[in-house]
Every structure is written in structure tokens, then in C-alpha cells.
């Protein structure tokens, strides 16, 4: 279901919860930002075996969590269940990989060790995890289905709406822009004999119209936009925040979105990109895009009182 | 792409790799199975953003691998990346518990070890792990999109060839039933200011067919069929098997495929089902399934010369 009903009780909760814990990071004098990360599923039989599903890991979005973590950020990390989360990343790959990498020392009371020579970058990693539960600077919340999301963006949404311009969206996640409406979804699993199968699905409403109307109003709003065809990314990204009116646009190209993406707002663009020597030295194209847009949000808030004054 | 192509050299190797295991397998006098696991991806562009997948977690065929492993068989895996894999099922999940499940221990050659308090199971199933990898009891292979699936299936099938009625497949694969053609196909992300989107898919051919009359016309093949449908289960199982010659259908509805199968041969059927006791217990159905095929296997594989003497 995309179309947004009424908040249920667990998105209710989740708002609950997202605004106590903002409450506490501003209390502490910290920003926050919601990230959004991962692929949205959407069903396509009332009791779904088949999903249409949107490519993305989710490796923008943890690593870009983990860069605002450290640039002081708080971060709500809404994420697709099982994509991938900051700082887990140091892990080997789930399956082979991780079972390889962890060893019993037998004995009375057997303990499991994990190799760390094969993996250097893991205990910083897990290091740096506890740092962020400590302090409490990682809020996870989980989602899978499309419908799902949007309930769990509005809740998170209104949730940051009193902290004002000093909140930061940072919506990474690859939400689908189709969906079929419940009303026209088979009840059962489509059956193969039938023939060729005949899909007609809906647009999904983008609910950047209500978030940046109604929602969070003051807040700096980023959204990122996934081509394949680079000849038409920034006219997209510009169309986008004309119909949008919110802050920044990040358009990156299928192909190349690891090394290089285009940083839009209504009045500027501007290339971010990795050079091979920052390539061989695994420096990531987020550690750019987050320290990027934490000073334009630094600047965002500070023109922000004079620029509600003039609508006053 | 779901045409069967002529095979790649990366489907070669894996032909070369599963023929020499499987050598080794009957060196050892050990039976064979081929375990598919875990759901197909569908890509609906040539660049493709946008995929259609077939639900399944893969967890029936990680927990069926581990009790065939148990019950003596050499078991190649084939399936899904990320998905369910055999012991790793004992780890939290991916994320914030798993990393929570993990502790840095300080000090000048800082360690990292797992909570085995917190995951009992944690400590068998490495072990069990081991075991299997130190008797080469398990040869993993992967894949993501359904045309490596289909390429990799007819891979291995040719290499259990030789082994005849001693080797068993294991099709618990879900697998799609409908693509779109390649000349059919987008090259770029489908825009969505385009309007509603129409999509196309046709059939994929069944590869049973191939399977059991030319890849390994010896082979104990059992098929899976998931249904949410009850009322047509055993119908749709029993037209498999007319259609397609195989030895057994293990069919299930969606909601208690946990606690419930009915094996459907051509001229029987049995329902194996968890008692209360066993669920309270712990007893996964996948343990049921495995033994009761196992015995199946060793009575198709002693009538074997027999029928092949009648043909004859």
C-alpha cells in the first residue's frame, strides 16, 4: 500500500520514541539528521511471493551515517531490513566469509573469537559503533515494505520538526516510484499458466510535497537522485527542486556513483569526486558529501532566522 | 536474460569445480545432493535500478543443507548471495545486533569476541560448520539473477551426472516464473513522469524438463511448490509430476510452511507435520523432510537397476 493512511500504532510509537531522542540530542547541543537508506519493496499479490524491489545495498547510507556520527551528528538511521548498517561493514560478507572468519577456542567454557589480522578495519569499526551507542548518536528503525516507509518518514518527520532548520534529511533511500493499489492486487500468487504476465502499476505520490510543506517546514532537505543516463541528471535534479522547493539535490550516475556525484541546489551545482589517489587510498566519496553538506547546512541555519523574518 | 545461453567460462568453471568435488564425494562412498536455495532476481532494465524478486528468505534450504550434511551427504549450495546460509542461521542477524553481539577486548593486540552466552547456538554451529568444511562436506556456490541461476543449475546438474541415482536435487530454489526478454527490455531507469508503468513478462521455461531428461536423467529429483492457495496444492503438485517425470513434489502453503509439508509422489502422499511439542522443542520441519527423503533416496536408488534392466 502507498497511499499514506492514518499513522498506525507502531509508526506512532516510532514518533514517540525519534522525538524523545531528539529531545536529548539537542539538549546536548547536537544537529540531527534523519538518513534514509536501502530499497523499498513493493508487493505485487495480496500474500506477496513476488516483490518488485529497487537496487540499492545501502552503502550510502551507512557510510554516510557513519561520517555525520562523526561530524557530531545524531543520526535516525531509517533503513531496509538487512541492508547495509554503519560500521557492520567491516564484517566479512554474511555466509562462507563470516563463519570463516570466526574461530571456537574449545575448553570448558568455549569462547569465539573473531579473526582480526584478516579484517584490520574491524575493531576501529565495532570500536566506533560503541562509541555512537554510548552516546547515544545511532537511533536504527528498520522498514521493508514501501508502505511501510513512508509511514516511518512521516512519523520520523514530524518527530524532527521542533528542532527546526538545525534537523537534516539526508533521504538516500531508493524508494519506489510505482506501486499497485490494493484494490487491483490478486489476492493469490499469479499463476504461471495463465500466459504472459500483465503488470499495470501506479505512480507513488513523492512525499518530498508533503515533508518539506507540511511535515518538518524548517528543516535542510537533501534528496538524491539515481540516472543511468547522465545527459539528463541535472535537469532532473533541477526540476526536482523547483517542484519540490527544498534544499539540495545529490544526482549521481549508476555507473560511476562511488567516485563522483553532482551536488545541485537552485542556484549552484558542483562536482564531487574522487581522485585516483584518494581511490587507492580507499578514501569514500560520502566522507565528501557529508563534510560538503554539513557546511551548507552550517550556512542554512544561519540565514535562516533573517530569511523568516523577511516572510514575516 | 532467462533464454538458456551457450554456457560462459565462469559457469565452466563451476561445471569443473562440482565435477571433481562430486569425485571426491563418491571416492568417499558419500551420496550427493544439489541444494538450491533462496529466490531469483529479475531485472526489469538492461541497466537495471528496478528488479522483480521472488519472495524467500532461503532459510528452508540453509536448514535442509545442514541435516543433509548430518545424514551423510556431500551437499553443493547453490544459492542466492546473502541469503540464508547453513550455521550462519546461529548468528544474530545482520546489523545492530550482531554487532552488539561483538566485543573488542583492548589491549596492545586487541581481540574481538563473540557473546556465546547470548546465542547458545552460536558454538555447535561453528563447529558443525568446521566439521563439514574439514570433510569438504559442503561446496557453496552463488548466484543473484535468474539467468545465472538457470546457467549454474545445468552446470551442476551436468556435473552430478555421472554419479546417477545416487545424486539428489534438491530444487527449494524459488524461482521466477516470468521475465522480460532482452530485446524487450529498457536500456535506462524507467522515468516515472511517464505515467503509470505497463510492464510485459513472459514465461521462463520450466527447466525440469531439461533436468531430468537430458542434464541428469538418473538423478532423485524432488521439486518444491509454494502455494497461498490450500485448495489447489496436490492438484498443482501432481501436474508437476505428470508434466515432468521427477520423483517428488514437496508442496506448502505460504502461511504454515514452517510447521507443515505434503510429499506427493505419482502414487502416494504424506503430510509431515511439527506436533506442538516438537515447535515448543525447537524441532525444525526441515529434519522430518531430509529423513524422510533420505529413506526415499535409498529406495529409488536399490529399485534403480531393476528399472533400468526393464527398460532395457
Known amino acids: 500500500m502507498a497511499e ?4 498506525t500504532p507502531a509508526e506512532t510509537e516510532v514518533e ?7 529531545e536529548v540530542q539537542r539538549a546536548r547541543g547536537k544537529r540531527v539528521a534523519l538518513v534514509t537508506s536501502g530499497g523499498t519493496q513493493v508487493p505485487l499479490e495480496a500474500r506477496a511471493v513476488r516483490f518488485l524491489e529497487n537496487f540499492s545495498s545501502g552503502r550510502r547510507g551507512a557510510a554516510s551515517a557513519e561520517r555525520l556520527v562523526q561530524a557530531g551528528y545524531g543520526v535516525c538511521f531509517l533503513h531496509r531490513a538487512r541492508s547495509v ?16 572468519a570466526l574461530r571456537v577456542e574449545a575448553g570448558p567454557a568455549p569462547r569465539v573469537t573473531a579473526d582480526v589480522d584478516a579484517f584490520p578495519g574491524l575493531v576501529p569499526a565495532l570500536q566506533a559503533y560503541r562509541r555512537a551507542k554510548d552516546e547515544d548518536a545511532l537511533l536504527p528503525v528498520e522498514f521493508s515494505g514501501l508502505g511501510e516507509y513512508l509511514g ?8 524532527l520538526s521542533p ?9 538516500a533511500a531508493a524508494v519506489s516510484d510505482f506501486y499497485i493499489p490494493a484494490s487491483e492486487m490478486p489476492e493469490h500468487k499469479i499463476q504461471s499458466v495463465d500466459g504472459p504476465l500483465q503488470i499495470t502499476m501506479k505512480m507513488v505520490p513523492k512525499m518530498l510535497s508533503p515533508l518539506v510543506k507540511e511535515w518538518a517546514p524548517e528543516a535542510f532537505v537533501i534528496s538524491f537522485k539515481l540516472e543511468t543516463n547522465p545527459s ?32 545541485v541546489t537552485r542556484d549552484s551545482e558542483m562536482q564531487l569526486s574522487l581522485s585516483d589517489e584518494e581511490l587507492t587510498q580507499g578514501v569514500e566519496i560520502e566522507e565528501k558529501i557529508v563534510s560538503h553538506l554539513e557546511s551548507r547546512h552550517t ?5 535562516q532566522p533573517l530569511i523568516r523574518k523577511k516572510v514575516i
Do not use: C
Open 232 to 263: 539528463i541528471l541535472v535537469d532532473k535534479a533541477r526540476q526536482a527542486l523547483e517542484k519540490y522547493r527544498h534544499q539540495v539535490v545529490v544526482a549521481n550516475v549508476l555507473d560511476s556513483r562511488r567516485t563522483s556525484v553532482m551536488v
Open 152 to 159: 516511518l518518514l512521516r512519523a520520523a518527520a514530524r518527530a
Open 85 to 100: 548498517f554503519p560500521w557492520a561493514r567491516a564484517l566479512p560478507p554474511y555466509g562462507s566469509s563470516l563463519l570463516d
Open 16 to 22: 514517540r520514541r525519534v522525538r524523545a531522542w531528539a
Open 299 to 303: 550556512a542554512f541555519m544561519e540565514k
Open 163 to 171: 528542532l527546526g532548520s538545525s534537523a537534516m534529511f539526508y533521504l
Open 4 to 7: 499514506l493512511l492514518p499513522p
